[in-house]
């Protein structure tokens, strides 16, 4: 099955403790990003691949580092999460100028 | 940036009304989607439509690329169809993968 899956789908964690979000799709897409939604703010862009070796920043990149070392994975990183980084992650995925798929969401709360 | 308005915020209806739903954007877009996100929190793409009219099933959209605007209309609303419903744009002349989300219209439909 087509699919955009993202690991965890809940995490709480505290300030300051590194952690990964992961996130993998299996329809060789170049295309992938990640997104965090807030409460009045909707969904912002954090970053975004256009393909393999290759990131750009979104609107609200401070705080957040990716990679993109292989085509269909790209994990989400908070070095020293804080708890404004408190969210609703999404991860999505796509051919370029395509239908964007999303996954399920990463729910996290950082105390 | 490119600016992403929809409108209405929010719209009650009563199940086997129609609606139309607007976005209105500031610049020429490379990129112009609809997406629905269900009461669970689920992001579906709807529609791809930079241009044109496309339709599917009870939804269809159309995007008036020249005067910068897409709606989305929605024919005999049925409970399901409740949720909220986002366009996402990508600036033309901006970087290309650099997705705006607008706020969202809620939508409920009563039975």
């Known amino acids: 099955e087509a699919q955009v899956t993202q690991n965890p789908r809940y995490l709480i964690t505290v300030t300051g403790k590194k952690l990964t979000v992961t996130c993998s799709q299996n329809?060789?897409?170049?295309?992938m990003s990640w997104y965090r939604q807030d409460p009045g703010l909707g969904l912002r862009q954090i970053y975004y691949?256009?393909?393999?070796?290759?990131?750009d920043k979104g609107d609200v990149p401070e705080g957040y580092k990716v990679s993109r070392k292989e085509k269909r994975n790209f994990p989400l990183i908070l070095e020293s999460p804080s708890p404004n980084q408190t969210s609703l992650y999404f991860c999505?995925?796509?051919?370029?100028?395509?239908?964007?798929?999303f996954g399920n969401g990463t729910r996290l709360t950082v105390t | 940036g490119i600016q992403v308005e929809q409108s209405p915020p929010d719209l009650i209806l009563q199940e086997g009304a129609n609606s139309t739903l607007r976005c209105n954007f500031s610049?020429?877009?490379?990129?112009l989607q609809w997406f629905h996100q269900n009461p669970w929190g689920q992001l579906i793409n709807l529609f791809y439509?930079?241009?044109g009219t496309k339709q599917n099933g009870r939804l269809s959209a159309t995007t008036v690329a020249t005067e910068r605007y897409s709606l989305l209309y929605i024919s005999s609303s049925q409970t399901t169809d409740s949720g909220v419903y986002f366009c996402?744009?990508?600036?033309?002349?901006?970087?290309?993968?650099?997705?705006?989300f607008g706020k969202g219209t809620k939508l409920s439909v009563k039975p």
């Open positions: 329809m060789n897409h170049e295309y």
């Open positions: 691949s256009m393909n393999v070796e290759v990131t």
């Open positions: 610049d020429s877009v490379n990129n």
């Open positions: 439509i930079p241009s």
């Open positions: 999505a995925s796509s051919f370029l100028n395509s239908p964007l798929h």
């Open positions: 996402a744009v990508d600036n033309y002349g901006g970087s290309q993968g650099n997705l705006i």
